[in-house]
């Protein structure tokens, strides 16, 4: 089959409204170009937030403190039960309190960079600037940033920079960063200007006279299906990992919010990108549902290595210093056991596909910490990662502080998403996406601890100031169940919780979503091909075909049914992977979390070519053959280069 035959070419996409300009200014700029909503008007203005992580708590929060109403909208039985929660590390920001030449600048270039320069120079710029306020938003919150003896907040450093930018709390920093957004949208549910409602699942968005108007809904206790009405919808729903089964991901992440709304006209941008973790506990067995991240910080004082010779299957301490391979330092000495992700990742499965890997299977590379131990005490290095090395024993049974942790790349986090301008709106007029639902700044690789810092800036700052710009010109027309494309949009739910409750087949959805995981991990993970991305597609759409005939979902739709809930999520996977497998395909070059074997250097690292891929694949949704519009990007402040981190 030719690339024609996948998908069709559309006219290009541009972001219309990222002011030009010296780069330093284009975000105030633009906040003050912006049509304001006076204090009485917002009171009149309804806005939906769908989920509750550090992007849709911190944004529901702000926008019922500027005295909108807002409906809040997460399936987990509690705001505070979102996945932000698991982020550990910490969180980037130019403060340069340890006073080593980071800068917004430098937060701007290594994030630009460690991108492999498929984002976005006005949204990264605007972030890096954003970065310190965040913090002091934070630490206003009472959120319990670890201190210098001084009492200046510490850092630690993080891959991809070489200066020390990341503020952190132990390692649960994104779970003390979401009781910080939580307590803020508690007291906005309080003041009675956020309405919550958990355990409720959005299944469709509602498009009224080309405008996005509301969603529906299901209630996953009750099974009742309902339309809520509003003047704009945000998108806080997270990434897509868990098409892959096995990631770091909650069970419950999925893509549904953001599919249907992409299946309704909003442009679905690089969905191929997807960042491999190097630092995952490694799978087990077959029996596993998902997989354990150890934090990146881990990296500061943890050093990576295999044995130099291959299936040398000795306990790690038999093992002596001359024996060892310590690769990162010794391929990337500038960086060492701290380059980026993506980076790290490619480097363990190289040494592990020469027969160097360590433990079942030879799938995993040590993280030693014992010549941390030995420098620092083992009280000093329990004080910073003490809740990692308990989480790792608990799940290995082997205690980190005197045998190395055993560590695998897995699916962590998506740079892909939804398109949205400089507003954050989406193609959809009154549709917002923030956070990982959004593709905006991060390129074709995240730089560790820029996840939590992407999802406050947009909640807590960007959104709350360019949402108004849309609002001014409402309040729009009420709405009612009666209206002919609300209720179309409620009976394409009901046809379709119909549709996957009467296929009652003889195979567990589970299993489908499995093997669905596995094809894209083989063919789509860390490294791609032409050939395996043409056979993925090909078993892609054959075993979705298979679903819709043989996929056992028991139960009804009128109350609790977590069957039926992962069914619908599962069968939005299969549509998503089909996409990605194509967006990788069109792209014949390696960036990032994106590599192809035909496209590498002589060192065997990414080739990017920049003459023909440098911008944003947009896609159209289109079933069989999507089509693709292209954002040219432009670098004008850091210019592309061939990536480096020897």
Known sequence: ????????????????????????????????????????????????VVGTGLAGGSAAATLGELGYQVKSYCYQDSPRRAHSIAAQGGINAAKNYRNDGDSVHRLFYDTVKGGDFRSRESNVHRLAQISVQIIDQCVAQGVPFAREYGGLLDTRSFGGAQVSRTFYARGQTGQQLLLGAYQALERQIAAGTVTMHDRHEMLELIIVDGRARGIVVRDLVTGEISTEFADAVVLASGGYGNVFFLSTNAKGCNVTASWRAHRKGALFANPCYTQIHPTCIPVSGDHQSKL??????????GRVWVPKA??????????????????????????????????????????????RGVGPGGLGVYLDFAAAIGRLGRDAVEAKYGNLFEMYQRITGEDPYTTPMRIYPAVHYTMGGLWVDYDLQSTIPGLFVIGEANFSDHGANRLGASALMQGLADGYFVLPNTIGDYLAAGPFPKLD??????????????????????????RTVDSFHRE????????CGMERTDAGLRKAISEIRELKAEFWQRAKVPGDGEGLNQSLERAGRVADFFELAELMCIDALHREESCGGHFRAESQTEEGEAQRDDDTFSYVAAWEFGGDTPVLHKEDLTFEYVHPSQRSYK
């Open 516 to 523: 669905l995981g596995r094809i894209m991990w083989e063919y």
């Open 481 to 506: 169940a009666e209206n002919a494309e609300v209720a179309e949009a409620r009976k394409l739910v009901e046809d379709r919780i119909e549709k996957l409750l009467a296929i009652n087949g003889d």
């Open 310 to 355: 291959k299936g040398d299957n000795r306990v790690p301490a038999d093992i002596p210093e001359d024996e060892r391979d310590y690769y990162l330092e010794r391929i990337y000495p500038a960086f060492g056991n701290l380059v980026p992700r993506d980076i790290a990742s490619r480097a363990a499965k190289n040494v592990c596909d020469e027969g």
């Open 1 to 48: 089959m030719t690339m024609t035959d996948y998908y069709t070419l559309g006219d290009p996409v541009a972001d219309t409204k990222a002011p030009d300009g010296p780069i330093e200014t284009r975000w105030e700029r633009r906040r003050f170009g912006a049509k304001l909503v006076n204090p009485a008007n917002k009171r009149k203005l309804t806005v939906i």
């Open 292 to 301: 354990t991240l150890m934090s990146e910080s881990l990296r500061n004082d």
